[in-house]
T-cell receptor
Framework: QQPVQSPQAVILREGEDAVINCSSS?????VHWYRQKHGEAPVFLMI?????EQKGHEKISASFNEKKQQSSLYLTASQLSYSGTYFC????????????FGSGTQLTVLP | DTEVTQTPKHLVMGMTNKKSLKCEQH?????MYWYKQKAKKPPELMFV???????INESVPSRFSPECPNSSLLNLHLHALQPEDSALYLC???????????????FGAGSRLTVL
């Protein structure tokens, strides 16, 4: 089952903050976040494994609420280079753990 | 070497052609994946090879045939494709096998396929 991402698109000015949400209807083993720039491959940002875990990558951080099966990606003081499509990927419990990607959030940062 | 290399970058083929997409990684990763991505959509999983064995086939039509000759190489053989198969085909690899979980994917740049 595909996780649900919101919003579908967001437009920011440089220096503004944004939050992207990802939720799943199934119990999650992990949540991954990837960014894909136009015409390029998706690039791994971070993985969250434990309920309540928070991780950071420069000014991009994320949280994972295991009880709610939700994750949020926080982009603070956004830069032009943050533009792209952000995908969450969720991994369930079971013998074969493959990622299922959400529908994506298109982030545009304007000067 | 931290790259996944895919060839060709672009491929145009007719519906009666037979062609192949190739993927190579030298990171010692034990799982390799084929994803299909349509414009403005997320990558969709097609196949997973874990320790050189086909572990996942997401009900992909038989006109797509994967092959894993060794732990570094992954091929996708294409035959009698339809125009709706036009898409970006992404190869990815991950360190652990598919059952180990928490597999961070390293993607190749993709092969953009157009079926006429």
């Amino acid at each position: 089952q595909q996780p649900v991402q919101s919003p579908q698109a967001v437009i920011l000015r440089e220096g503004e903050d944004a939050v992207i949400n990802c939720s799943s209807s199934k119990a999650l083993y992990s949540v991954h976040w990837y960014r894909q720039k136009h015409g390029e491959a998706p690039v791994f940002l971070m993985i969250l494994l434990k309920g309540g875990e928070q991780k950071g990558h420069e000014k991009i951080s994320a949280s994972f609420n295991e009880k709610k099966q939700q994750s949020s990606l926080y982009l603070t003081a956004s830069q032009l280079s943050y533009s792209g499509t952000y995908f969450c990927g969720t991994e369930g419990w079971g013998s074969a753990r493959q990622l299922t990607f959400g529908s994506g959030t298109q982030l545009t940062v304007l000067p | 070497d931290t790259e996944v290399t895919q060839t060709p970058k672009h491929l145009v083929m007719g519906m009666t052609n037979k062609k192949s997409l190739k993927c190579e990684q030298h990171m010692g990763h034990r799982a390799m994946y084929w994803y299909k991505q349509k414009a403005k959509k997320p990558p969709e999983l097609m196949f997973v090879y874990s320790y050189e064995k086909l572990s996942i086939n997401e009900s992909v039509p038989s006109r797509f045939s994967p092959e894993c000759p060794n732990s570094s190489l992954l091929n996708l053989h294409l035959h009698a494709l339809q125009p709706e198969d036009s898409a970006l085909y992404l190869c990815a690899s991950s360190h652990g096998g598919i059952s180990s979980g928490a597999n961070v994917l390293t993607f190749g740049a993709g092969s953009r396929l157009t079926v006429l």
